[in-house]
Nanobody, 121 residues
Framework: QVQLAESGGGLVQAGGSLRLSCAAS????????KGWFRQTPGKEREFVAV????????YYADSVKGRFTISRDNAKNTAYLQMNSLKPEDTAVYYCAADPSYRTSTTFRYWGQGTQVTVSS
């Protein structure tokens, strides 16, 4: 069974950094785009960043551009989200996702269970 598992979430002070990881198991996603999304209670899940299967293309939400960096290591079947200069408004459950298509919508085919990121002021 194909699974995505996020890790690296936690509590951090404003201005700090966290690195999220998304490991795939039960299959390979080398030819899949990988995305990161986030969701807070009462709000819809929102796009954060996406990376193409080769890593050659990336795209970010305006709210995180210049602070977050998405990357991937296909040999390890893992994607990453480096988050710097974190703000309290970045607090959310962060989800990784995989899809054959490079996209920013929430219609990715495979999803992880999410990891909580809390940024204190």
């Amino acid at each position: 069974q194909v699974q995505l598992a996020e890790s690296g979430g936690g509590l951090v002070q404003a201005g700090g950094s966290l690195r999220l990881s998304c490991a795939a198991s039960g299959g390979t996603f080398r030819n899949y785009a990988k995305g990161w999304f986030r969701q807070t209670p009462g709000k819809e899940r929102e796009f954060v960043a996406v990376i193409s299967w080769s890593g050659g293309s990336t795209y970010y939400a305006d709210s995180v551009k210049g602070r977050f960096t998405i990357s991937r290591d296909n040999a390890k079947n893992t994607a990453y989200l480096q988050m710097n200069s974190l703000k309290p408004e970045d607090t959310a459950v962060y989800y990784c996702a995989a899809d054959p298509s490079y996209r920013t919508s929430t219609t990715f085919r495979y999803w992880g269970q999410g990891t909580q990121v809390t940024v204190s002021s």
